[in-house]
Nanobody
Framework: QVQLVQSGGGLVQAGGSLRLSCVAS????????MGWYRQTPGKLRALVAD???????NYADSVKGRFTISRDNVKNTLYLQMNDLKPEDTAVYYC??????????????WGQGTQVTVSS
C-alpha cells in the first residue's frame, strides 16, 4: 500500500506562484509514473503533468512553460512548481502514483487533493 500526502496550494493572485508537494510512503516499485491532475466542479479530472521513473516529463499544453514537475527520489517527494498562475488554473489538484511490480501487477494511488485558487 502506498500513501500519498499532499501539501501546498492556497490562494494566490494571477501572475503569482505556488508549489505543491506530494510525499509517497510505502512500497515503491522500480517502474512507476507520478503525476499531478486537477479537477473543477462538473468536469473530469485532467492530467496537468507527469514524470516517469526514467525521468521523462509530460505536460498539458495549457501549462507548458509555466509549470514544472520534479521528483526527489531520496525524499520520495513529487513537486509541482506553478508560475505565472492564471484564474483558469483554479482547481483541486491531486497527486497520483501508478506503478508496476515484477509480476506486472498495476497499482494506483491518489493524494487527498488540495485547492488552488487564483484570483484575477
Amino acid at each position: 500500500q502506498v500513501q500519498l500526502v499532499q501539501s501546498g496550494g492556497g490562494l494566490v493572485q494571477a501572475g503569482g506562484s505556488l508549489r505543491l508537494s506530494c510525499v509517497a510512503s510505502g512500497t515503491i516499485f522500480s517502474t512507476w509514473i507520478m503525476g499531478w491532475y486537477r479537477q473543477t466542479p462538473g468536469k473530469l479530472r485532467a492530467l496537468v503533468a507527469d514524470i516517469s521513473h526514467e525521468n521523462k516529463t509530460n505536460y498539458a499544453d495549457s501549462v507548458k512553460g509555466r509549470f514544472t514537475i520534479s521528483r526527489d527520489n531520496v525524499k520520495n517527494t513529487l513537486y509541482l512548481q506553478m508560475n505565472d498562475l492564471k484564474p483558469e488554473d483554479t482547481a483541486v489538484y491531486y497527486c497520483n502514483l501508478d506503478q508496476e511490480n515484477s509480476d506486472r501487477e498495476y497499482f494506483g494511488s491518489w493524494g487527498q487533493g488540495t485547492q488552488v485558487t487564483v484570483s484575477s
